[in-house]
Structures are given as structure tokens and as C-alpha cells.
């Protein structure tokens, strides 16, 4: 399993009229999250994308536990449980408060795509070689069922990620 902590402090502009930070704020919350985690293994977006590589977003969910208020700072923690599989990869992320609060849960599914099509292409190996010191070589060798109703790696590109 590969972790990463991060810390951020509540701007003013985050938050709502209630004084709590806005709920949209989370998903950059995730992304400088991540963005710092691939930095701290040595892969950089930059980079990546100069090479035809895109990682959108796929999915992402959140759950707010406790407000996070202005001038709060928070630990945003990405943990990456399973061995990215295929062309995609589930990073979860938890958020606490200074006090060690658990705030907020949440996870992203990224897919990597060919920046030029949109379509689904396997994770380069780059990536996959800075990640394979996380995970033991069975769960490398098995990588998690997909799910009831995933997309199959081959399947079009959604219409969202097409140029």
C-alpha cells in the first residue's frame, strides 16, 4: 500500500457563508493531493502528458464527516490500497483536522487515455514501476476482479474525454 500526507490551509475564499469550506473545493483538495503524492515518487503530470498520457477523472465520490472551516489546517492523506490495474487506478483520500479529526473520506478513479483519441491506454510503465515497490508480487499478479458493470479497457472512450 502506498500513502502520501499533505497539508493545506483553509483560505477564506473556500469557504461558504455558513464558514464551512465549500463542498466543491474537495475534489482540488484530491487533486493537489495526488499531484504531490506522483512529485514525491518521481513521476510528474508535466511529463507525463508530454507524452501522450492524460489521467482524467472517472469517478469520484465524497463523504463529509466534520466541517473543515476557514484558517483549519488540514492533512489530506492519499492512500492507494490496490495496485493500479490496467488502465485504471482508485486513490482514496481522508482529511483531517489538527486536532487528528477524520472530516472528510473520498476516493477518485482515474483512467489513463491517450491525449490525442481519449481512449483508454495502459498505465505507463513508468508509473508502474516507481508504484511496484508498494504492493507484494501476488497482489501485482492479481490485480482485483473489476467490478460488476466497469468498463472494459477496450470500450470507447466516453464522449467527455474525446478531443
Known amino acids: 500500500m502506498f500513502s502520501s500526507d499533505i497539508q493545506i490551509r483553509v483560505r477564506y475564499a473556500e469557504t461558504d457563508q455558513m464558514g464551512y469550506v ?24 508535466k511529463d507525463m502528458e508530454a507524452d501522450g498520457v492524460g489521467m482524467p477523472v472517472g469517478e469520484i465520490r ?9 484558517d483549519d489546517l488540514l492533512t489530506v492523506r492519499l492512500l492507494l490500497r490496490q495496485p493500479p ?6 486513490f482514496e483520500y481522508e482529511i483531517y483536522n489538527e486536532a487528528g479529526d477524520l472530516l472528510t473520506e473520498g476516493h477518485t478513479l482515474m483512467v ?19 508504484l511496484a515497490p508498494y504492493f507484494s508480487e501476488e497482489e501485482l499478479e492479481s490485480p482485483v476482479l473489476p467490478t460488476p458493470g466497469a468498463i ?8 467527455a474525454f474525446r478531443k
Not at 487533486?31 to 513521476?43: H, P, Q, S
Open 22 to 45: 465549500y463542498h466543491g473545493n474537495y475534489a482540488a483538495y484530491f487533486e493537489v493531493a495526488r499531484t504531490e503524492a506522483f512529485r514525491k515518487l518521481g513521476i510528474n503530470y
Open 62 to 70: 465524497t463523504r463529509f464527516r466534520r466541517p473543515a472551516r476557514y
Open 112 to 130: 489513463f487515455v491517450k491525449t490525442t483519441t481519449g481512449r483508454p491506454v495502459t498505465m505507463p510503465e513508468n508509473i508502474q514501476e516507481r
Open 152 to 159: 472494459p479497457p477496450d470500450a470507447p472512450a466516453p464522449a
Open 85 to 90: 490495474e490496467g488502465t485504471r487506478v482508485t
